[in-house]
């Protein structure tokens, strides 16, 4: 009987699968609970796989399945597990208790069998669990999700098994994640076990700390014992010539060894500088992409194409033609259907080899050249595109400890990839622009060679003029790109930053007035392009981030006229801030050289606010994401601008009323509502907190406008923070702000979560007096108008929490918790991660009730259901009842810390 794939069930047997099935299973790779059990394997294929591997082929099921017959019948032992692997699978164990989904993290260094130990978890779990690995593009969260359901579902109700998933893209986990809970919902499945376990295999050269297995190029010593064991087994069933040859085994048996490496490779030394044979060619073109580019190759017809006007050989194999070098090379195929793929048998090799060839005068850039000339002729793959992509422009993050706070690590982009930062250490900075200007012209229609270009001409060679021709280029072939935009204006600024304190006042600002441009051109086009949850029509770009360079730029820009032109002449401090005609500054009166600025320089000011404004905001209300802050020099560099356009100059001529106490608070910055909520975090003091409270509460005498009143109240409950009692005339106020009441989705979602913590009820059996629902639905309306595509991407910060106590009271600024927790216990790094801490909570705030339905949180309100969001959505997965804290974002109301709720009151467990 012909062999039938089967999938583990729920009950601990196997159910058989039907073709159907796995046509729906296109994107992942699937490794059965039966795989090969029956079959019968010729047994020159798996002396053939076996081998394979061992010189560096990546591994195939195969191999795991021939290395788990050799143990059992006597003639082999197992693949060697290293030391990460005992905690790999007691972490993918312990996740089985829970539901929905859950996140297993390995990071590894290159060349350091990482992609083996985490394919042999899942070869060893395919009983346990239903595994795959996500084998095509993670571009396509929707269809990835549905056909993860799939798999889980397969079957049948009765037979759903937890998918445990390996894949290699870390980003995509949190929107792939909620795309399961849609699909999963959409289908009315209901859960019985978690539905995927995702295994992130994730590379990375240098990982300081993590709470993750990490694997790195170095063997303890119990490894050092095993593959010494291996070694022993190997040279008993190999021949020593084919033992020689396992260099991708032998690499880490020596500990990674350098010597070893070296001793390998001296079979291309010497490299002839000229009329080199295309052996060696094409031994250089795999090293430079497999050294600078993991997980890289070529296909073989590829490598075969470049002996086609020079051959001698007739019909002999690609390994054939490639004496002496043979044994540096591997073949191998993804799947017997793929085309064979090359690649040097490691890293290390690769590495080794492309240092000998430049040692012998075959240089970095010389084989980069070559490989875009004779490999990227006529149309590219797009895998080979990819490949030349990332080995050109793709940029590493550097991770740095403080060593002050060895705690504390900063990550950061480097400026150029590795590949052009080498040619450019060791041949110098023009030689890394030949390369970059060649892919430039190679692939014409591409913007990101160009644009890299253009950021190596303004950041190494200073050559700015340049540096404008390629941006300006980039900029063509993608013009509706905001990301490539900023590189025109990245190349004015850095040319202004670079200018001398002595260059002309005129000279400054044609060179603001391009930068200036080109930021508000970028601005123009993030606006227009579109989230995510928008449809892709052909014409619209589609951003899963808002793009805030351009209105980042515009303000670092202004900081650097301010500094330039009034280091020269403290008259220009009037002029930019509109406290000064420009005539105050001209050299003749109606100057034209400067006189033609002029609407430039009286729009700055105001500019500056806006963008200033919008950047409170941002900063404020959310982050980058969970774990992530943004850097700090952001609201440095804007709060300094802000100073000195607008804080430290009031507006000459202006009638408005209350202008003087509206100055006062641009004085203090404190002009906007998310400036006022962000008081405690800016470390106000209590006098300072008083006249902010004072100048908004004149405001609104003087104005009745509803914002002045909101951030009076604002400002009121924060001060109740700092232990001052509320006024009796503050009562007023707050009827003044019910009288405003109900509010319209057109009112400002400041505006609807003030209402919503003010008439939250007491504790939940209180009655609310308004339809909470519905003021909940107005601000979610709000936030949507507001806010939601500038934050799309982000993570919204918790800015109020409902506590234990009666009345404004009971209302609880986050950096308050923040504070009385770190009194008591270790200061935690990372906050918005630890909100699910139910220590955080406990003392200060009220538990509130719910159910968890459908996916949905709904919190019972004296005895109303309302639904809420959660701020960790795996915690939707069960329909349960639950208990949890309620925080507010500037969207709506967050569950935080929620728990099972037991049968018997008040005790509850975690999920």
Same mark, same amino acid.
């Given at each position: ?12 047997? =196997? ?77 993918? $164990? ?7 989904? *859950?996140?297993?993290? @390995? ?14 978890? @899942? ?11 996500? *084998? ?31 894949? $290699? ?64 087994? @190997? ?118 080899? !492309? ?36 080995? #050109? ?38 030689? *890394? ?97 579109? &989230? ?53 500054? #001209? ?52 709060? =300094? ?16 009323? &209350? ?63 700092? &232990? ?32 919503? @913590? ?26 949507? $108008? ?9 993570? #919204? ?36 991660? $630890? ?14 009730? &719910? ?37 507010? !974002? ?22």
């Amino acid at each position: 009987m012909a062999w039938r794939p089967a999938l583990s069930t729920a009950t601990g047997g =196997e159910i058989c699968i039907r073709s159907e099935i796995r046509d729906n299973l296109s994107l992942l790779d699937v490794v059965y609970a039966n795989q090969f059990e029956g079959e019968i394997i010729d047994t020159k294929v798996a002396e053939w796989t076996e081998e394979n591997f061992y010189r560096g082929a990546p591994p195939t099921w195969l191999n795991y399945h021939v290395s788990e017959q050799a143990k059992s019948d006597g003639t082999g032992t197992s693949f060697i597990k290293r030391d990460g692997y005992d905690t790999l699978v007691q972490q993918i $164990n312990e996740r089985r208790k829970g539901f929905g989904t *859950s996140t297993i993290k @390995l990071f590894h260094q290159q060349g350091c069998g990482g992609t083996t130990l985490a394919m042999q978890v @899942l070869w060893d779990m395919r009983k346990t669990f239903r595994c795959a690995v996500l *084998s095509g593009s993670s571009s396509d969260i929707t269809n990835v999700a549905k056909e993860v359901v799939h798999l889980f579902t397969a079957g049948g109700q009765d037979h759903q098994k937890t998918v445990l998933l390996l894949l $290699n893209d870390e980003q995509i986990l949190e929107n792939l994640q909620q795309s399961i809970m849609m699909e999963t919902d959409e289908q009315r499945i209901v859960t019985r076990v978690p539905v995927v376990i995702f295994f992130s295999c994730v590379r990375k050269n240098v990982v300081l700390q993590s709470d993750h297995v990490v694997l790195e190029a170095a063997l303890s010593d119990t490894e050092k014992q095993k593959f010494n064991e291996k070694k022993e087994e @190997l040279h008993r069933r190999f021949s020593s010539e084919q033992c020689e040859q396992f260099h991708g085994f032998n690499i880490l048996q020596t500990n990674f060894s350098q010597e070893y490496v070296k001793q390998a490779c001296k079979v291309i030394c010497p490299v002839p500088r000229s009329n080199r044979s295309k052996r060696i060619q094409l031994v250089g073109f795999l090293s430079l992409l497999n050294a600078y580019v993991p997980g890289s190759y070529l296909l073989e017809n590829q490598c075969l194409d470049l002996f086609k006007h020079k051959d001698r050989f007739g019909d002999l194999t690609l390994e054939d033609r490639m004496k002496p070098f043979r044994n540096l090379i591997i073949t191998f195929q993804q799947d017997p259907s793929s085309e064979k793929r090359v690649r040097m048998a490691h890293p290390m090799i690769a590495q080794c080899c !492309t240092e000998l060839m430049a040692e012998a005068g075959v240089t970095r850039s010389d084989t980069a050249r070559n490989f875009l000339t004779h490999l990227c002729r006529d149309e590219v793959p797009p895998f080979l595109f990819g490949f030349v992509k990332d080995m #050109l422009t793709k940029r590493e993050m550097k991770m740095k400890e403080n060593p002050i706070n060895s705690t504390e690590i900063t990550e950061k982009q480097v400026k150029f990839s590795k590949l052009i930062l080498d040619i450019q250490e060791m041949q110098g900075e023009k030689e *890394s622009a030949s390369v970059l200007k060649l892919a430039s012209r190679k692939f014409d229609q591409n913007p990101f060679f160009p644009q890299a270009l253009a950021r190596f001409y303004y950041i190494e060679l200073k050559d700015y003029n340049q540096a404008e021709l390629w941006a300006n280029r980039a900029k063509q072939r993608d013009p509706q790109n905001s990301f490539i935009a900023d590189t025109l204006g990245q190349v004015h600024k850095n040319h202004l930053m670079n200018k001398k304190s002595d260059v002309k006042p005129r000279e400054i600002l044609q060179l603001a007035t391009k930068a200036i441009n080109a930021f508000k051109d970028e601005e123009r086009l993030a606006e227009n392009e579109q &989230g995510t949850d928008m449809k892709e029509d052909g014409k619209t770009k589609v951003s899963h981030v808002f793009n805030t360079r351009g209105q980042f730029g515009y303000l670092q820009v202004c900081n650097l006229v301010y500094d330039l032109l009034v280091r020269q002449n403290e008259t220009w401090r009037g002029v930019l801030t509109k406290t000064l005609p420009i005539n105050s500054v #001209l050299e003749l009166p109606r100057d034209k050289k400067l006189f033609r600025f002029n609407d430039l320089i009286n729009s700055l000011r105001d500019e500056v606010e806006k963008k200033c404004d919008f950047f409170d905001k941002y900063l404020t209300y959310s982050k980058p994401d969970m774990k992530k802050d943004d850097a700090t020099y952001i609201p440095r560099d804007t709060s =300094e601008c802000y100073r000195k356009y607008v804080g430290d100059s009031p507006p000459r001529r202006v009638k408005e009323k &209350g202008a003087e106490f509206i100055q006062k608070l641009k004085q203090n910055q404190a002009g906007t509502s998310a400036a006022v909520l962000s008081c405690l975090d800016r470390e106000y003091t209590e006098s300072e907190l008083k006249e902010i409270t004072t100048w908004w509460k004149k405001i609104f005498e003087c104005k009745n406008s509803i914002i002045a009143l909101i951030n009076y109240i604002f400002a009121h409950i924060i001060l109740k923070h700092m &232990g001052i009692m509320f006024s009796r005339s503050f009562y007023r106020f707050l009827g003044e702000f019910r009288q405003k009441m109900p509010l319209s989705p057109n009112d400002g979602p400041e505006q609807h979560m003030l209402a919503l @913590l003010l008439y939250w009820p007491t504790d939940s059996k209180g009655k609310c007096d308004f339809d909470l629902n519905e003021l909940i639905h107005r601000m979610h309306c709000s936030y949507e $108008n507001t806010y939601k595509t500038y934050f799309r991407s982000r993570h #919204l910060r918790p800015l109020f929490f409902i506590g234990k106590g009666e009345d404004l009271d009971r209302i609880v600024h986050r950096k308050v918790l923040e504070e009385s927790f770190e009194k008591n216990k270790e200061p935690i790094q990372n906050w918005a991660y $630890n909100w699910n801490n139910e220590d955080i909570f406990q003392d200060r705030l009220l538990k509130i009730d &719910g159910v968890v339905r459908n996916y949905k949180l709904h919190a019972t309100v004296g005895g109303t259901e309302i639904q809420v969001a959660a701020n960790m959505r795996n915690r939707l997965w069960k329909p349960r009842q639950v208990s949890f804290y309620l925080g507010f !974002t500037i969207r709506g109301p967050v569950a935080f810390g929620i728990q099972t709720k037991t049968a018997e009151k008040g005790n509850i467990l975690s999920p």
